[in-house]
């Protein structure tokens, strides 16, 4: 099973940018399809955006779409979110996770399979 450990997360005002990390183990990184998620205080988690095993095709949220970019380093093992002109309401804890089952352009949290344990990202006005 993959084991995934996000980095990145912080404190930054609204207008600015962060990078997000996930690390991942194990060697079928590669050939997975990778998703990232939120989670707001007193929200459900939410689906922010998923990349193909190749990272040739990527797809977002509304919420995050021109704003927000997936990518992966499959030699490195590591998937990443650049996030750029954010705003308050970008305040959660951020997740990546496999996508273990479900159509390509599934957003459900229960077709992801193993997750990280999520870094924190605050957006101050």
């Known amino acids: 099973q993959v084991q995934l450990v996000e980095s990145g997360g912080g404190l930054v005002q609204a207008g600015g940018s962060l990078r997000l990390s996930c690390a991942a183990s194990g060697r079928t990184f590669s050939t997975t399809i990778m998703g990232w998620f939120r989670q707001a205080p007193g929200k459900e988690r939410e689906f922010v955006g998923a990349i193909s095993s190749s990272g040739g095709i990527i797809y977002y949220a509304d919420s995050v779409k021109g704003r927000f970019t997936i990518s992966r380093d499959n030699a490195k093992n590591t998937l990443y979110l650049q996030m750029n002109s954010l705003k308050p309401e970008d305040t959660a804890v951020y997740y990546c996770?496999?996508?273990?089952?479900?159509?390509?352009?599934?957003?459900?949290?229960?077709?992801?399979?193993?997750w990280g344990q999520g870094t924190q990202v605050t957006v101050s006005s």
């Open positions: 996770a496999t996508k273990s089952r479900g159509s390509w352009t599934s957003t459900a949290e229960t077709d992801f399979g193993s």
